[in-house]
Each structure stands twice: as structure tokens, then as C-alpha cells.
């Protein structure tokens, strides 16, 4: 064969759209509606192997302080309802709530998240307890939520986390 790097930098080029495709599938948007109704924000998810990276920016939110941050198990949110149509917290396991609980934590449990001085919350969250699309620990199609309060890590059935502000259906 005369041209043998060509071939093959040939045959690479026909398998790499489907390597590309295969690295899409591991990749989800979210949009955060406010109690209002209007879109308030937005979250790229990146599944991996340990679990999926979320980095959000969502603004409108209260100033100086911490927030909770959690997936629901229903992707629906309906501001009308409080966004209360996003259900409780993504527990695959049956889980108890919080870190701090002996027998917990939900799936959908994330750490508090400080909100600056500006109202818009900046922030990477990685959340080793689910995958994006594949088995019962899969938040494809679930729901991101943004509570009034700090979480407590440990309170039943939701860490008194508070009002719910900011919610983001996982597509």
C-alpha cells in the first residue's frame, strides 16, 4: 500500500463521530425556574465514571447566605405548586436523609451552597452518589432544586431545608 498514513488518518475520521456521539450521551442541560416562573438560571451535568459534575449559575437568590441544594425525583417544575410537583429528594435506596444520618444519605443530597453578595450563585457540585443516564442511580429527567435554607444534614425527610426557590428539570 502506497499511502498507509492516509488510510488509516481515513478510517479515523469515519469512527470519530461516533466516539463523539458516545461522549454527547454523557452530557444533560437544565434550566432553573423561579417561584415566579421566569427562568432564573441554567446547570451543565457531565456524567463520568465516579458520578456527574454539575456547574450551575443561578442569580435572584438570596444574598450572604447558604442554600441547600438537592435533586428531586420528579422532573417537573411548577412554580404554581412552589415547584412542590418536583416531589422529595432522589432516593433510589431508601436511604435515610443527610450526611450526618446513620443510615443516609439520599442520592439526591449535595452539600449547602453559599449564594455572594451579587444573588447569583456560582458553583461546581460533584455528586459521587448517582450517573446521569445509566442504572436506578440515573438523574436524567429528574429535577435540581435550590431551597430558602441551609440544609442540616440530618433532619427528616429533608434537612428542614426550607422553601423551595429554584427549580431545573434535568434534560
Same mark, same amino acid.
Given at each position: ?5 492516509? $488510510? !488509516? ?5 469515519? $469512527?470519530?463521530? +461516533?466516539?463523539?456521539?458516545?461522549? @454527547? =450521551?454523557?452530557?444533560? $442541560?437544565?434550566?432553573?425556574?423561579? #417561584?415566579?416562573? /421566569?427562568?432564573?438560571? *441554567? #446547570?451543565?451535568? $457531565?456524567?463520568?465514571?465516579? +458520578?456527574?459534575?454539575? #456547574?450551575? #449559575? ?17 422532573? *417537573? &417544575? ?9 416531589? +422529595?429528594?432522589?432516593?433510589? %435506596? ?8 446513620? /443510615?443516609?444519605?439520599? =442520592? ?8 455572594? !453578595? ?17 442504572? @436506578?442511580?440515573?438523574?436524567? +429527567? %429528574? ?7 441551609? @440544609? ?8 428542614? !431545608?426550607? %422553601?423551595?426557590?429554584? &427549580?431545573?428539570?434535568?434534560?
Amino acid at each position: 500500500m502506497k499511502y498507509p498514513l492516509a $488510510t !488509516a488518518l481515513a478510517a479515523a475520521s469515519i $469512527t470519530m463521530p +461516533g466516539m463523539a456521539m458516545s461522549q @454527547d =450521551a454523557s452530557k444533560a $442541560t437544565a434550566r432553573f425556574i423561579g #417561584a415566579d416562573g /421566569k427562568e432564573i438560571g *441554567t #446547570a451543565d451535568l $457531565t456524567g463520568t465514571k465516579a +458520578g456527574v459534575m454539575i #456547574a450551575v #449559575a443561578i442569580s435572584g437568590l438570596p444574598a450572604g447566605q447558604w442554600v441547600a441544594f438537592h435533586v428531586h425525583q420528579t422532573g *417537573t &417544575c411548577d412554580h404554581t405548586t412552589g415547584h412542590e410537583s418536583a416531589g +422529595g429528594h432522589f432516593n433510589p %435506596k431508601n436511604a435515610e436523609h443527610g450526611y450526618l444520618a446513620a /443510615k443516609g444519605q439520599h =442520592a439526591g443530597d449535595m452539600p449547602n451552597q453559599y449564594v455572594p !453578595a451579587d444573588g447569583t450563585l456560582r458553583a461546581h457540585v460533584f455528586n459521587t452518589a448517582v450517573t446521569l443516564e445509566d442504572g @436506578d442511580s440515573a438523574i436524567k +429527567g %429528574k429535577a435540581l432544586m435550590i431551597h430558602a435554607n441551609p @440544609d442540616d444534614y440530618s433532619g427528616q425527610p429533608s434537612g428542614n !431545608a426550607g %422553601k423551595r426557590l429554584a &427549580c431545573a428539570v434535568i434534560e
